[in-house]
């Protein structure tokens, strides 16, 4: 999945149908920003991701939303894939996309795009994980170095297991192994460093946005959208989205 990033285009409608647009991506969300201008911002195939991205919110108002581009060096080749996010009133809807070519020089190129829509009446847990540079001098003011987004709704489970031990250094017994255990669908690792400071905020805005209507309740404004009440509706998609952003 090597990357050729198509050339932006800010003034162009971002549908594939020019002079259409998107209802739902251009409502603004807590973030200050449309739907529409983070995916033109992000620059990976914003056309393809808008299309797909609103055939999956299949008419709903987006209420809050979070794009995430991820960048890998594999060798000599540039990796990447984007994640985006949707809240609705009732739905959470994810889009993953990454492409991939077909020949070495590069003139044909595949994207692959999963989609699911999950039910926020589904969603068991939203874990939000900090990373805070110099505790020890740590003040209000401080920016989040670093933040992970961890959200679970079919009861899939991370089992991370190693080596167990008993503290002495100088100790060559076998003491089998330890673990823990996590449960995650989905997780998102956002970099002040990587992604910016304004990444971070809008991931923590989304999670508050989420926690909100996952339980029914008013969020407080003005951090994060309008909490709204769920309406329980199924129809989750069978094939999970592509875990290669996941830790």
Same mark, same amino acid.
């Given at each position: 999945? %090597?990357?050729?990033?198509?050339? *932006?285009?800010? $003034?162009? &409608?971002?549908?594939?149908?020019?002079?259409?647009?998107?209802?739902?991506?251009?409502?603004?969300?807590? $973030?200050? #920003?449309? =739907?529409?201008?983070?995916? $033109? #911002?992000?620059?990976?195939? *914003?056309?393809?991701?808008?299309?797909?991205? !609103?055939?999956?919110?299949?008419?709903?108002?987006?209420?809050?939303? =979070?794009?995430? =581009?991820?960048?890998?060096?594999?060798? !000599?080749?540039?990796? +990447?894939?984007? &994640?985006?996010?949707?809240?609705?009133?009732?739905?959470?809807?994810? &889009?993953?996309?990454d492409d991939q070519q077909l020949d070495d020089a590069g003139e044909q190129t595949v994207a692959q795009v999963s989609t699911? %829509?999950?039910?926020?009446?589904?969603?068991?847990?939203?874990?939000? %994980?900090?990373?805070?540079? $110099? *505790? #020890?001098?740590?003040?209000?003011?401080? *920016?989040? +170095?670093?933040?992970?987004?961890?959200? !679970?709704?079919?009861?899939?489970?991370?089992?991370?297991?190693?080596?167990a031990s008993c503290g002495d250094p100088q100790c060559e017994a076998d003491h089998g192994y330890s673990g823990t255990i996590a449960q995650e669908d989905i997780v998102l690792r956002i970099s002040a460093e990587a992604d910016g400071l304004q990444a971070v905020q809008d991931a923590k805005l989304f999670a508050r946005a989420l926690r909100a209507v996952n339980t029914g309740s008013s969020a407080p404004m003005p951090h994060t959208g309008p909490g709204l009440p769920p309406r329980p509706r199924m129809g989750v998609f069978g094939n999970r989205a592509s875990r290669g952003h996941q830790r």
């Open positions: 999945m %090597s990357f050729q990033s198509p050339t *932006p285009k800010p $003034q162009a &409608t971002i549908s594939g149908r020019p002079g259409t647009h998107h209802h739902g991506l251009h409502d603004h969300s807590a $973030q200050g #920003q449309s =739907l529409e201008g983070a995916l $033109q #911002q992000a620059g990976f195939y *914003p056309r393809l991701v808008a299309d797909v991205v !609103a055939d999956a919110l299949d008419g709903r108002d987006c209420v809050a939303h =979070l794009v995430h =581009l991820e960048t890998h060096f594999d060798r !000599a080749e540039v990796r +990447r894939h984007i &994640t985006v996010l949707v809240l609705t009133e009732d739905m959470l809807v994810i &889009t993953h996309v699911e %829509s999950v039910p926020v009446t589904q969603i068991r847990s939203v874990v939000l %994980s900090y990373v805070y540079a $110099q *505790p #020890q001098d740590y003040k209000p003011s401080d *920016p989040v +170095r670093e933040l992970t987004l961890s959200i !679970a709704w079919s009861g899939g489970q991370r089992l991370d297991m190693g080596p």
